[in-house]
């Protein structure tokens, strides 16, 4: 019986980027999504892991869902915590020389967040995460033909998304 090859965990931080990304569709929240990258990989190096393919990232995608589904019922069978101030802003060096990108980047990730599971996964693997449509196919068991329809809707909504955050901000001069 093949199990397949060790997950190496030395090669497991050539994934981290993309994986942050991933994370950060799913949460809405880079704080959030940087714990739930966290807790991925916590996991994965808990014990020794037997791949079947050479598909290393994948493995780490499915993983990744999957504990963010895990938390995310278990929070829902928590009391709800208050949120932090709108205005509260942790300082973030990477982004403080481009203020813009961040907050445009923000405000993509929510709308992502928002969306409903199965375009926010479809979006996340292609667009986000990298994967091309027979990956994302294949990690979300569905049709490539799915995941097409997925994006091309999930795209849509997170354009419209977009412009209704920014609708009546720019006023027209005549």
Known sequence: ??????????????????????????CGSREDAEDLVQETYAKVLSKPRFVRNSDDLGYLLRVLRNTFYSSHRSAMRRPQTTAMPEDFEPADARTAMRPEDALDAREVFEVIAGLAPDFRDALIAVDVAGLSYREAAKLLGAKEATITSRLFRARGQVANGMDRGRSGVVEEKG
């Open 1 to 26: 019986m093949n199990e397949g090859r060790l997950l190496e965990p030395d090669s497991l931080g050539d994934h981290v980027d993309r994986l942050y990304r991933a994370a950060w569709g799913l």
